[in-house]
Each structure stands twice: as structure tokens, then as C-alpha cells.
């Protein structure tokens, strides 16, 4: 269960994005990162460096003068408001954030309303997942004339996951460890129908579709939740609950519940035998 999913709407509405509340620290949705990886979305110090430099986020010569409208699809709602701090200085970036949604419905009627150029969607949401999203909005992509585009923005890296939302009609998949940079070049590159995929995901794509056989059905995994699938692959890579949690924007609490229900699920006794459980199917 996500531990963020309130209500938002269309920016500038009755019911925009909430300020985050005062029992939520105001942080980045990222943690820092090596060089080279994206440093925290929205913090004042990659703010002041932005500005410093004259060359901000997405602030390429070749970028100058162009529009694009975005909605954010995540139930992170710290997440949310890093990502507006990051990418939202439409003067700079050139990109407008108009709304924002936490589940399905919320993205669905919040799309529909806004009809934005492009879409920044999380793969797992409340009420059915991007997957979901991106159904009930294929009238929207198909528009020849006001396509809506989604790009794919999630903190799963699993093959799964990234063929499932293309097959749905995204048009790219990029993680969140994606700089603001970067993450703007990719939101016009998708506006303008380019594909856009982080480095490494691109071969779990062009491995997909090379293929004509269906992938096998692995009825044990499918009694997974998608969360669950995200837990057990970090437990699998050896991370601590504590960086579970960290990454996933949950408890620690909610971490250990999630871990229980796996084992039980898969009817395994400890995270060593969920380790070579993963490992054995290529999950890690």
C-alpha cells in the first residue's frame, strides 16, 4: 500500500497540489548519488548552482523557446514536489507542470482535464498501476492531432515493469536516478514522439520485441503485488530495510510487512532463500 495517495488536480484548480505538510520533511524524493547520478530534486543548494551558472536545468541553447505542458503521476507526494522544484521553472526549463495526480483515477481525470503534452508516470500506483493509466487514456495517445504522450518514470529497473508500459503505449522509460537535465531533454524528446530509455532498459525492450514467443508465465511471481516484486528484488541485491525504505519512500515498518508477505507467499523462511529464490529466476 502506498503511504503517500491524497487527493491533487490540475494546477492553478480547487484542488492543486498540496504543500507538503508540516509532519512530512521537506526533502528531496532522491537521495545523492555518485557523480554522473542526479543529486536531490529540488534542494536549494542544486538551485543556487542551477541559478549561479545562468545554465539551469534543461537549459540548453538548443531547448530555449519551447513549451511543453506535463502532468506527474506518482503517489510519492514528496517525490512530486521535488520534481516540480526540479523541472517546474517554466522560464528556465521551458516546461509547465499543470497538474498532478496519486492513483488512477486521480491520473486518468486529471489527464483527461488538463490534456498535456506529456505525461511523467509511475509504474506502480494505487488503483491498477501505469499500466491501468495508460489504458484508459489510449483514446488520448491515439489523437492524431493533441496527442497525449506518456514517458515512463519510475524507481523500478525490472524487465517486467518497463515492457509492460511500453507495450501499454508509453513511449519512453527513464529511472529516477535520471538528472533534472536529462529528464527535461527526455520530456521534449517524447513530445516530439522520439522513444527515450535510460541506458541499460533499452535491451530489456529491443530483447522483448525481437522475440515472438509470449513470455512464460511464472505463477509464483504473479502472486506478487507489484510493491512486493520492488521489496523482494532490493532484499535479493542485498539492501538493508532501512535503504529499502529510503528508496521507496515507505517505513521501515511497511518494509518488514512486506518482506513477511512475500516469504509467506512463496511459502520461503528467510531472505537468504528469497535471495536465491530472485536469483534463480533473474530478478536481482
Known sequence: ???????????????????PSAAEPNTSAEPATSAGRTEPAGTTESAQSADASGAAVGGDQE???RRARVVLVDDHRMFRTGVQAEIGRTAITGVEVVGEAADVDQAVTVITTTRPEVVLLDVHLPGGGGVEVLRRCAPLMSDSERPVRFLALSVSDAAEDVIGVIRGGARGYVTKTITGTD???????????DAVFSPRLAGFVLDAFASTDAPPVDEDL???TQ????????IARGYAYKEIAKQLFISVKTVESHVSAVLRKLQLSNRHELTRWATARRLV
Open 183 to 193: 529528464l527535461v531533454d527526455s520530456i521534449f524528446r517524447v513530445q516530439d514522439g
Open 222 to 224: 504473479d502472486r506478487l
Open 63 to 65: 531547448g530555449q523557446g
Open 1 to 19: 500500500m502506498s503511504d503517500a495517495s491524497e487527493p491533487v488536480g490540475p494546477r492553478g484548480g480547487s484542488e492543486g497540489a498540496a504543500e
Open 227 to 234: 510493491r512486493e516484486r520492488e521489496v523482494l528484488r532490493l
